[in-house]
């Protein structure tokens, strides 16, 4: 469920209309409802809980949406973050989640991101390579600090989904395998200059089969068992994100309920603190994008381009995974109409910035309003400039109240942003 409904006639997001973000902000902009995110935060914490495992750290994925109010809204209700940058590190400390909560994972991270999270006291730093564990070994002692960390595990289970998304295989760069992990593990136990709390996984996102997941889960469980029965300590086991959120273009996916059931059964009497890396199943539908037709472009032998303000640099999704996006008019005509048949494109020089091909929506004209939902998750967070259209804007909205989190920026600053070489 989310707060983007018809009220009066028109798309809104809780109680504001979207046209009036629109007229104000201008377009294209994404807005996110705070009433969503809270909500889907909390099922999902909620969920977690009831599986017995205490209260779990749940560490939201700064990536899929990593505005800074986004931040906070989210670490007011006791949110912590899962980050893998140090600029994601300081967006978490900006919004004032305590170190304590926060995760760092990440395939490469260099030595100066280990240097800062240590220094911020990141609680769980996931060491993802044995070359990895050295460095931080290394850099831990030269500061005389003994950092908690984890170790991510590739489980090699395939998640389902699009393969560029996919992360658990051992084919994947991520983690360090079952067998090193066993080894490191004991290493880095006997290093005064780390402190080993727990085993992480994360095997893909947009994940609809649990089956992946509850086999990855059995495989992380023999392993805590496996490191213990050694004699070495484990107190966490981070079962990563993952859970799809739904576009509506297939049937629902699991519920946060049906992954706690999982787990719930994967981990039975297994007494471990657990955390989660949860981001596009909390952020994608508290977000939209809105966006304005330029113009319908219809040629007589076909097909008919519904040309949108929006483009593959504000929502890259359908041009890079093949991504569905339910688009609908924000003030639907209330005489109806049939639908007409769109290919729904950007203005950016190239034939991927296409949002969806031969897409029914009902007829549509220049001036009109259009809204992507599910858009809140890796929308605003991997656009771009590409083409030099300024960076889109994001607009939250609380109640009926509305904020620009992270305006448009103008022509003049984008160009100040680059010193000419001082010999041209
Ligand atoms: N933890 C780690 C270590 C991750 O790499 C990710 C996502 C997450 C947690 C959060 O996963 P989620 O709960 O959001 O599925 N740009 C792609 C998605 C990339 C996901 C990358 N890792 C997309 O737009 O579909």
Redesign the pocket.
Known sequence: MNHFELREGELACEGVPLSRIAAAVGTPVYVYSTATLERHFTIFRDAMRATGHGEPLIAY?V??NPNLSVLKTLGALGAGA?T?SEGEVRRALAAGIAPERIVF??AGKTDEELAFAIDAGVSEI?IESEPEMERLAKIAAARNARPTVAF?VNPDVAAGG?A??A?GKSDNK?GVSMTEAERLYAIASNNANLRPVGVAC?I????TDLAPLESAFGKMRALVERLRAEGLSVERLDL?????APYFNHPEPPQPADLAAVIARALKGLDVQLAF???????ANAGVLVSRVIHVHERPEGPRFLVLDAAMNDLI?PA??E?FHDILPVKPNPEGGEPLTYDVVGPICETGDTFARERDLPPLKAGDLVAFLSAG??GAS?SSEYNSRPLVPEVLVRGDQFAVVRPRPTYEAMLAREPLAPWL
């Open positions: 994925a990536k899929a899962d893998v994972s990440g996931n991510r699009h560029k998304i992360t991520f994360h893909g996102s947009q994940i990563g994100g993952g859970l799809a890396e949860p981001g596009r199943v909390i952020a999704r890079m995974y991504a998750a890796y991997m």
